[in-house]
């Protein structure tokens, strides 16, 4: 396994965690390059604060939750604002669904349970488990992390529910020039792999590619030159939304993992 990833070189394009992640590449063999597709994270208090006192005060039929962090978020201002108590039971209240075991282990720490969850830690998985309930003119909350979900929004509008959205947490775009950087790698090949840890990261890079009018090039890249190597189930998504088919993803989500999966794809194709 140390020589798996012999030869080549590796773009990580997460922010965090990217001294563990060059060790993990160095270790197979491969060379690692550091190149932020996502700026920092940060809470947004005051959309936060907005957010829970609409829950609140107009309590949804539905409530849809898709991370764990995001939801254990919600719960910290609720605590803050001294609304934490009132809070559960309008959850309680409410039928839930949940994406991802994380967000079911959060729920499990309050005393509460989904009524639908995924079959498979994804957006679609979550969006067939609500599919045979009637969603017409129903009020829904669904909780973000800090990024968009346009296949969940667009099948809820699809199915006539009215949707408020609340993101606890805000992405922020990568420092100038990093993007630049990263586009001519790809399109140029002078990468063999872009690791993708989170859906923002991919999102970025493909918004700065269309303005640059050079989507359908990167696009290409990724599909006879560059390998897409995403950590999980959200991130992929969010690779085939824009038409990318050929990714490598790990069956369990952990970057130790998305890097000894590249190494098994390598070595069979070599």
């Known amino acids: 396994m140390a020589e798996q990833l012999k030869g080549m070189i590796i773009a990580l394009a997460g922010p965090r965690k990217s001294e563990e992640m060059v060790k993990l590449v160095q270790n197979m063999g491969g060379t690692a390059v550091c190149r932020p597709a996502q700026g920092t994270v940060f809470l947004d208090d005051e959309a936060l604060r907005e957010g829970l006192t609409s829950w609140i005060n107009n309590p949804p039929h539905w409530t849809i939750l898709t991370t764990g962090m995001g939801f254990n978020a919600l719960f910290e201002m609720a605590e803050k604002m001294e609304i934490a108590e009132h809070f559960l039971e309008v959850l309680s209240g409410s039928l839930i669904a949940a994406r991802g075991y994380k967000t079911v282990n959060a729920l499990k720490k309050r005393g509460l349970a989904p ?47 009215n949707t408020r959205q609340i993101l606890p947490y805000r992405h922020t775009p990568p420092e100038p020039g990093q993007l630049e950087r990263l586009l001519v790698e790809v399109i140029e090949g002078r990468v063999d792999a872009v690791a993708f840890t989170s859906a923002p990261q991919f999102r970025f890079l493909v918004e700065f590619a269309r303005e640059q009018g050079k989507l359908a090039e990167l696009l290409n890249s990724f599909e006879e030159k560059v390998l897409a190597v995403s950590v999980g189930r959200i991130t992929s998504e969010a690779l ?11 069956e369990h989500e952990r970057m130790g993992s998305m890097f000894v999966e590249l190494g098994r794809y390598v070595a069979a194709n070599r």
Do not use: N
């Open 115 to 161: 009524e639908v969850r995924d079959d498979d830690g994804s957006t679609s998985g979550l969006i067939r488990g609500l599919q045979p309930f009637d969603m017409q003119g129903k009020e829904v909350v669904l909780q973000l992390h800090g990024d968009p979900a346009p296949r969940m929004v667009s099948w809820l509008s699809e199915v006539g529910a």
């Open 240 to 250: 085939k939304e824009e038409g990318v088919q050929r990714i490598v993803m790990p």
